[in-house]
């Protein structure tokens, strides 16, 4: 892997070395990246190990070049545990976040009447999902209350129904793709080990973002995608699940023969690890692209990261908040780098493409993407500003420009 250390500061402080981060981006040069949030920048190391990859298997074959990375393959389960603070057996490979959270709900035995406990600000295809199983076995959906001023689930209230439902799932998503809320989702995972609940966390926007550990969240379930802000590849995503979901006997409805042992004609038996909400056939370049991307992230760091990111987005935020016409949506105490904002008198799409137009990716929510929140912001449609630790300030101030020239060409 070429360029593999070269980024990476050896003093503490400063801690990122943007110079070197940036040189190792090739994306950096051809734009203004404000969409990690739709999907990361991929650094030279990830891009490079998939390159090599897909030429090894047109080289000696695909089963033989998986065989001869073996070790690196395994990487992408060990990578991630050292990432979430749990063991590679319980890191399981998906094709998307989506397909992760999917899998994960196949493995619950939903009877009529039971409850899934949610949020108000869950992603849309964990909500659809729900629906999905409301309208196939008759489940119950609640939703617990914000607080009144928007910054987030009331988290006593959500324990009350905790304890008044019983739910048979509790499931969190911690920063939703339409604002940049983060959700306490240690504080309700807390609550969920004390009462024994099944609790399943969607961490696509903020694994890469933040440090996140399992064993501080107390979650069962954990899923994301490896594209956004661990910059990994695209149709890459991984489930976690904990020992005592193993223990208990989750398994997905749609086991197959990587997932459990036909161990008799009438018989299977799951395999131990989280491996069983795997399928036989891996995309290998991905998954070697993906384990690249959780190494340099561990390289680059958390902590670091954690500090940059969020506060490049509220400098954003600090800029728009004094232009006319633009209404900055996020809420909650520290939002993340999903900086979100209604512009008057603008199309969404002409809106975008104008941004497209001056080297800026941004990307669109529209208001099914989260019928609570956009409902209570009445908003129709809000752009979606998302820096990651490699974009610069200067890059932040000539976005907050852009968008105040075109909100002001509105007026
Ligand atoms: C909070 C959240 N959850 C889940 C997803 C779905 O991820 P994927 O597209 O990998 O299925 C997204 C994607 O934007 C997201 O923002």
Same mark, same amino acid.
Not at 220 to 243: E, H, I, Q, W
Not at 258 to 274: D, E, I, K, L, M
């Given at each position: 892997?070429?360029?593999?250390?070269?980024?990476?500061?050896?003093?503490?402080?400063?801690?990122? =070395?943007?110079?070197?981060?940036?040189?190792?981006?090739?994306?950096?040069?051809?734009?203004?990246?404000?969409?990690?949030?739709?999907?990361?920048?991929?650094?030279?190391?990830?891009?490079?190990?998939?390159?090599?990859?897909?030429?090894?298997?047109?080289?000696?074959? $695909?089963?033989?070049?998986?065989?001869?990375?073996?070790?690196?393959?395994?990487? !992408?389960?060990?990578?991630?545990?050292?990432? /979430?603070?749990?063991?590679?057996?319980? &890191?399981?490979? #998906?094709?998307?976040?989506?397909?992760?959270? *999917?899998?994960?709900?196949?493995?619950?035995?939903?009877?009529? %009447?039971? +409850?899934?406990?949610?949020?108000?600000? =869950?992603?849309?295809?964990?909500?659809?999902?729900?629906?999905?199983?409301?309208?196939?076995?008759?489940?119950?959906?609640?939703?617990?209350?914000?607080?009144?001023?928007?910054?987030? +689930?009331?988290?006593?209230?959500?324990?009350? /129904?905790?304890?008044?439902?019983?739910?048979?799932?509790?499931?969190?998503?911690?920063?939703?793709?339409?604002?940049?809320?983060?959700?306490?989702?240690?504080? &309700?995972?807390?609550?969920?080990?004390?009462?024994?609940?099944?609790?399943?966390?969607?961490?696509?926007?903020?694994?890469?973002?933040?440090?996140?550990?399992?064993?501080?969240? %107390?979650?069962?379930?954990? *899923?994301?995608?490896?594209?956004?802000?661990?910059?990994?590849?695209?149709?890459? $995503?991984?489930?976690?699940?904990?020992?005592?979901?193993?223990?208990?006997?989750?398994?997905?409805?749609?086991?197959?023969?990587?997932?459990?042992?036909?161990? #008799?004609?009438?018989?299977?038996?799951?395999?131990?690890?989280?491996?069983? !909400?795997?399928?036989?056939?891996?995309?290998?370049? *991905?998954?070697?692209?993906?384990?690249?991307?959780?190494?340099?992230?561990?390289?680059?760091?958390?902590?670091?990261?954690?500090?940059?990111?969020?506060?490049?987005?509220?400098?954003?935020?600090?800029?728009?908040?004094?232009?006319?016409?633009?209404?900055?949506? =996020?809420? $909650?105490?520290?939002?993340?780098?999903?900086?979100?904002?209604?512009?008057?008198?603008?199309?969404?799409?002409? !809106?975008? @493409?104008?941004?497209?137009?001056?080297?800026?990716?941004?990307? /669109?929510?529209?208001?099914?993407?989260?019928?609570?929140? !956009?409902? =209570?912001?009445?908003?129709?449609?809000?752009?979606? /500003?998302?820096?990651?630790?490699?974009? *610069?300030?200067?890059?932040?101030?000539?976005?907050?420009? @852009?968008? @105040?020239?075109?909100?002001?060409?509105?007026?």
């Amino acid at each position: 892997m070429k360029n593999e250390n070269s980024a990476f500061s050896r003093s503490a402080e400063p801690l990122l =070395d943007l110079t070197a981060l940036r040189a190792d981006t090739p994306g950096c040069e051809a734009v203004i990246h404000f969409n990690n949030a739709g999907a990361g920048l991929m650094p030279r190391p990830v891009l490079q190990v998939m390159l090599d990859h897909l030429q090894l298997e047109a080289a000696i074959g $695909g089963y033989e070049a998986s065989a001869a990375r073996a070790a690196e393959v395994a990487d !992408f389960h060990a990578s991630l545990a050292e990432l /979430l603070g749990t063991r590679p057996g319980n &890191i399981a490979f #998906a094709a998307s976040a989506t397909h992760a959270y *999917t899998k994960a709900l196949s493995a619950i035995d939903f009877r009529p %009447g039971d +409850v899934i406990l949610t949020t108000r600000n =869950d992603f849309i295809s964990n909500q659809i999902a729900f629906l999905s199983l409301r309208k196939r076995h008759g489940v119950r959906i609640v939703h617990a209350p914000d607080r009144p001023d928007g910054s987030g +689930v009331d988290v006593d209230a959500m324990a009350a /129904l905790m304890r008044a439902h019983r739910p048979s799932l509790v499931a969190v998503t911690h920063v939703p793709t339409n604002s940049g809320l983060v959700q306490p989702v240690a504080e &309700i995972g807390r609550h969920c080990r004390e009462l024994d609940l099944l609790y399943l966390v969607d961490a696509c926007q903020s694994v890469g973002q933040y440090p996140v550990d399992v064993e501080q969240i %107390g979650c069962d379930l954990l *899923t994301a995608t490896c594209r956004k802000f661990l910059r990994g590849p695209r149709g890459s $995503g991984f489930l976690y699940v904990s020992d005592r979901a193993l223990a208990a006997g989750y398994e997905p409805l749609h086991i197959d023969m990587h997932g459990a042992r036909w161990v #008799a004609p009438g018989y299977y038996r799951p395999v131990a690890t989280a491996a069983r !909400f795997e399928e036989w056939e891996f995309p290998y370049a *991905t998954v070697l692209g993906c384990a690249a991307a959780v190494r340099y992230a561990l390289r680059v760091g958390l902590d670091p990261v954690a500090r940059r990111t969020p506060a490049l987005a509220g400098r954003l935020r600090e800029h728009l908040a004094a232009v006319p016409g633009v209404r900055t949506l =996020d809420r $909650g105490p520290a939002p993340a780098a999903l900086v979100t904002l209604a512009i008057e008198g603008w199309e969404s799409e002409p !809106f975008k @493409a104008a941004l497209d137009a001056r080297g800026i990716n941004s990307a /669109l929510s529209y208001r099914e993407f989260a019928q609570f929140d !956009f409902a =209570d912001k009445d908003v129709q449609w809000c752009l979606r /500003l998302s820096p990651h630790y490699y974009n *610069t300030e200067d890059e932040v101030d000539a976005v907050a420009g @852009a968008v @105040a020239e075109l909100a002001r060409s509105a007026r």
